[in-house]
């Protein structure tokens, strides 16, 4: 009970050395693919889901904003794998730690925000000023939307990072309480048991869901600047 609950954030080393790339790199090796003619089940449930998620996705796309259909569902694809992998016990979660989301939120903002700029440029600079707006109040508008603006790849990242980090310490929690309760009340074990599993297929759910959010607002803000 006196183990640190923030140890399965700190990042892992193999002989002194951060393990982190292969970590990343891992998650892609466990997508199944297929050479032959006809997929099997896995495949092609595979196919079909990410179909569904990238339809949704492109429905209020453009042409610009449908070339980086490829970009989004491997960024989806990555962190959905990288959260379910983190489920797993003495695993390590890299979307956990804020740095690597940043990492992530950071460099795709800001080509949504280039690409704005490139081609919808009258457009892109309205966004600071809503028309009919008072003279007295333009320039604090237009300090209050470049503020809004600045913030959303960090808005990405927290809300990644606080759900995740979240889900992880809950289950740790109560995975704590059922341990102890076992030892001491054996009648209370199945019901924190059954609390347990519950809170493990929802913490599956939220991996899924977040990966889908993160990838969702990425595409909405390519497409207010496509």
Do not use: C
Not at 78 to 100: D, E, K, V
Not at 111 to 117: D, E, S
Not at 166 to 189: E, Y
């Amino acid at each position: 009970m006196n183990e640190n609950l923030f140890a399965p954030f700190t990042t892992p080393s193999f002989l002194g050395l951060p393990a982190v790339i292969p970590i990343i790199l891992f998650p892609m090796l466990l997508i199944p693919t297929s050479k032959d003619l006809i997929n099997n089940r896995l495949v092609t449930i595979q196919q079909n889901l990410i179909q569904a998620v990238l339809k949704q996705m492109m429905m209020t796309q453009n042409t610009k904003g449908q070339s980086w259909s490829l970009m989004l569902m491997s960024l989806f694809i990555f962190i959905a794998m990288t959260n379910l992998l983190g489920l797993l016990p003495h695993s390590f979660t890299p979307t956990a730690q804020l740095s690597m989301n940043l990492a992530m939120a950071i460099p795709l903002w800001a080509g949504t925000v280039i690409t704005g700029l490139r081609f919808k440029t009258k457009s892109s600079l309205a966004h600071f000023l809503p028309q009919g707006t008072p003279t007295p109040l333009i320039p604090m508008l237009v300090i209050i939307e470049t503020i809004s603006l600045f913030i959303q790849p960090v808005a990405l990242a927290v809300r990644l990072t606080a759900n995740i980090t979240a889900g992880h310490l809950l289950m740790h929690l109560i995975g704590n309480a059922a341990l102890a309760l076992s030892v001491n009340n054996f009648l209370a074990t199945p019901l924190i048991l059954a609390l347990l599993m519950a809170l493990t297929i929802l913490e599956i759910a939220v991996a899924l869901i977040q990966a889908y959010v993160f990838t969702l607002l990425v595409s909405l803000y390519l497409h207010d600047n496509t």
